[in-house]
């Protein structure tokens, strides 16, 4: 979600702050603003709405300095107008804040019974003025932090600028990112590597309770009971050129067109093809010995999840719960010794699925991770690290990452399956070769871009469609509108398609677009009998099915989209190109922001 960057230099810094701001902009966003310190003044400028709106206010009014910080706001508490923005400042003190201050309004009660005026909405300000007030009393920096920090609580990355200390930025998290960065002579802050990549590839991660002193000449940092502690500078990795469009109109298009890619590039890390076999990572744990699995999740994730239930009880017998993750610990779930709690992220830092991750490592389980970000908190608090190698994705509405998680999942669904005898060597090698089939498959899928992009009009006029599926294609309905709705903003819903006549048909009439999935095979004819039902109805059908589907049941369809004929296993992961390209080229036909769809973040960082 929010984004931000500090930098700690030896020129003027605020087109590289508004620079690596947006490197930050797929987290989603809605103002912006930046603050430097210069001839001892605070100098702060700030926007609401697209960063093209604190450019201008910075060509209107400039803000010299060597040293700052920047923020790009996904709106909490109070509306994203000019006035919440970040960086919140006091006469001493400016701070940017990633996350939710949970106990902010107590915390306001006190400075105002106090005396002191805050001028925003947010619980943000509080922060800002409690640590001012320490500072005005005669306080350092540091011990200032030491007082201030345990009083908060919830999510936070904060960083912060001292009027009277210009040659310095604190920075601190509590459940939510932060980077250091290293420089020549120069040092940064960032929410991830991203933002940090032009300036330093030399960076560190703050872990739990981390807070840090930078300077030019380098970095203190300091655990939750303020020890002085060392943490691993490592290389990034990330690239500057990593965030470019090319010749594509929007990321997201980008990343649908990327993932025959990234997905072939992710089963390399997981399949041999020398002997067609599963090969994961070192595991430092018996899986033959996993009696239950448990998957958290989040969004897209949670629907990869969804997929993986079929694939983990059907190839390897383990029984499976799936939770969203921000209703999982609040329902107080049974987690029997010897389970194996899976979770599923892109970001690897999304709030409600970290904590449910400590949740269950606190109860014993063994922890496992399927995340786009290796070095998140997610992946270093992990037993079973499954890395996605899908690479950036800046649209915040997740496409390649999908794929890739489900590449991931199937590999480690039939790895345990054949730990646990449940699967032969030559069924191993049936499932490794179906899987390497599905970039070949993505890519054939993809061919049909022209079509979908012909028949969005379509859909473009709705105000609610339908999306229906059955088994492993169920999940892809519920992904489907789940696209629709991120970025067109049409009122979507997914149904198992058995489940039509047990309420969802009565929404049925003329104007309600109905999209089935539908590959050919076992469930085909029970879904062909759904889609009569909404056919009967006046429903207007759009089948998504291979060739020998759509000769049986195409007609009377108003659309189809015809996908390759291909293995039930890495259906999921084909189908997935469809209803991407449907809803982007939907998105496209109504002319919304498709990158930075309205009121969402890339990753969300608060409960």
């Known amino acids: 979600m929010c984004g931000i960057i500090g930098i700690v230099g030896n020129d003027m810094v605020a087109d590289r702050l508004v620079d690596g701001l947006k490197r930050m902009e797929y987290r989603g966003y809605d103002s912006s603003g930046i603050c430097v310190v210069h001839d001892g003044q605070l100098v702060r400028r700030r926007a609401e709405g697209k960063l093209a709106n604190l450019v201008d206010v910075l060509k209107a009014q400039p803000a010299d300095g060597s040293i700052g910080i920047a923020h790009t706001r996904w709106a909490t508490h109070g509306a994203p107008t000019a006035n919440n923005a970040h960086p919140h400042a006091t006469g001493e003190v400016a701070l940017v804040h990633n996350g939710i201050i949970e106990n902010f309004k107590s915390l306001r009660d006190e400075l105002t019974a106090a005396g002191r005026t805050l001028d925003s909405e947010t619980d943000t300000e509080v922060v800002a003025h409690l640590v001012s ?49 290293y420089g020549e002579g120069e040092m940064y802050l960032g929410s991830d590597a991203l933002a940090l990549a032009p300036l330093t590839q030399r960076i560190s991660y703050l872990e739990e309770g981390d807070w840090v002193v930078v300077t030019k000449d380098g970095a203190r940092i300091y655990d939750a009971d303020n020890n002085a502690v060392e943490r691993d500078v490592v290389t990034s990795g990330a690239s500057a050129a990593a965030v470019e469009k090319g010749n594509y109109r929007h990321f997201m298009q980008k990343e649908i067109f990327e993932q025959p890619t990234v997905v072939a590039q992710t089963l390399g890390s997981y399949l041999r093809q020398a002997d067609n076999s599963v090969a994961l990572p070192q595991i430092d ?55 194996l709690s899976l979770f599923i992220s892109q970001s690897g830092e999304t709030a409600d699925t970290l904590a449910a991750l400590r949740h269950c490592k606190e109860a014993g389980q063994t922890i496992g991770v399927v995340v786009n970000v290796p070095t998140s908190s997610m992946a270093r608090e992990a037993d079973l690290l499954l890395p996605t190698h899908a690479g950036p994705e800046i649209g915040v509405a997740s496409t390649k990452a999908f794929t890739c998680q489900l590449a991931v999942l199937a590999a480690l669904a039939a790895h345990m399956a054949v730990k646990k005898g449940r699967m032969s060597r030559e069924e191993e090698q049936e499932v490794v070769r179906h899987l390497l089939e599905a970039p070949a498959c993505l890519n054939s899928a993809l061919d049909h871009d ?158």
């Open 285 to 339: 744990f018996d899986l033959s010995a996993i009696n239950r699995i448990t998957i958290v999740a989040c969004g897209t994730s949670y629907y990869a999840g969804m997929v993986a239930k079929y694939w983990f009880e059907q190839f390897a017998r383990v029984p499976v719960d799936i939770d969203v993750a921000s209703e999982f610990r609040y329902r107080e779930p049974v987690l029997e010794d010897g389970g």
């Open 133 to 181: 007030r320490e500072i005005e009393n005669g306080a350092s920096p540091e011990d200032t932090m030491k007082t201030v920090l345990p009083r908060l609580r919830g999510a936070f990355a904060l960083a912060i600028a001292f009027r009277q200390h210009p040659d310095m930025l604190i920075g601190a998290r509590l459940g939510s990112p932060l980077v250091i960065g």
């Open 450 to 607: 022209d079509d979908i992009a012909s028949m969005a009009h379509l859909i473009a006029p709705a105000r609610d469609v339908l999306y229906l599926g059955r088994g492993p294609d169920y999940p892809l309905a519920l992904e489907g509108a789940l696209k629709l709705k991120e970025i067109s903003y049409i009122h979507a819903e997914g149904y198992a398609s058995g489940e039509m006549k047990h309420g969802p048909i009565a929404l049925i009439d003329e104007d309600v677009p109905v999209i089935v999935l539908a590959p050919s095979g076992p469930l085909f004819e029970k879904t062909v009998s759904n889609m009569q039902e909404v056919r009967a109805r006046g429903g207007k059908v759009v089948l998504i099915s291979d060739e020998e589907g759509l000769e049986e049941a195409g007609e009377d369809c108003i659309a189809t989209i015809q996908m390759p004929k291909v293995h039930p296993l890495i259906a999921p992961l084909v189908y997935a190109v469809p209803v991407q390209l449907l809803a982007y080229h939907v998105a496209c036909v109504k002319g919304t922001d498709v990158d930075q769809p309205r009121n969402l973040a890339k990753s969300v960082t608060v409960e």
